[in-house]
């Protein structure tokens, strides 16, 4: 089975700042790996997902994730932030037909 | 094009009481999912429907839960009886195939609270 680590459950940071949000997984096999976004009170939406090809993926409203297989890492990543990036970030992986989600990240922006 | 419609948003009932909770899916999308969100969690499959038939009900607590999906469209979850340990967010989710490469599309959620 495969399973999920989000390395910081809270990130705090100021508007315009830079952010990196976490992920590793554990994997002996190949996987799909993805990032939602959940806005307070909403369902999740897709950031962005990495199936194949280049390790650097890009996303909605700015996000970008590298996949690093070797360190078995996903780690998204947003230059500048907004106040509307307030939201909680999940990781997650999928094998063949099941997606496995990590804990969650809170990320909190301040003007 | 209209997203994944629940109902209702929240609920709240008494332990022992039971709850049934209603997902609309995209149109067209065979793959229904439905996850449990404990606060301060990420979401947990419960169980995974295609067309009409059970791909996933591994971690479906079945002496309580139950869920079924009429005419391969839209999908039920109950609960009976509920325990305290039910409050979460339900969540219903579909995708237009079964492979772990297709996005899975979520609706608002149905926030369950059992006193």
């Known amino acids: 089975a495969q399973s999920v680590t989000q390395l910081d459950s809270q990130v705090p940071v100021f508007e315009e700042a830079p952010v990196e949000l976490r992920c590793n997984y554990s994997s002996s096999v190949s996987v799909y790996l993805f990032w939602y976004v959940q806005y307070p009170n909403q369902g999740l939406q897709l950031l962005l997902k990495?199936?194949?090809?280049?390790?650097l993926v890009k996303g909605i409203n700015g996000f970008e994730a590298e996949f690093n297989k070797s360190q078995t890492s996903f780690h998204l990543r947003k230059p500048s932030v907004h106040i509307s990036d307030t939201a909680e970030y999940f990781c997650a992986v999928s094998d063949d037909y099941k997606l496995s989600f990590g804990a969650g990240t809170t990320v909190t922006v301040r003007a | 094009e209209a997203g994944v419609a629940q109902s209702p948003r929240y609920k709240i009932i008494e332990k022992r009481q039971s709850v049934a909770f209603w997902c609309n899916p995209i149109s067209g999308h065979a793959t229904l999912y439905w996850y449990q969100q404990i606060l301060g969690q990420g979401p947990k499959l419960l169980i995974q429907?295609?067309?009409?038939?059970?791909?996933?009900d591994s971690q479906l607590p079945k002496d309580r839960f139950s869920a079924e999906r009429l005419k391969g469209v839209d999908s039920t979850l109950k609960i009976q009886p509920a325990k305290l340990e039910d409050s979460a967010v339900y969540l219903c989710a579909s995708s237009l195939g079964i492979a772990g490469t297709d996005t899975q599309y979520f609706g608002p959620g149905t926030r369950l609270t059992v006193l």
């Open positions: 990495y199936l194949s090809g280049s390790t």
């Open positions: 429907f295609q067309n009409n038939g059970v791909v996933d």
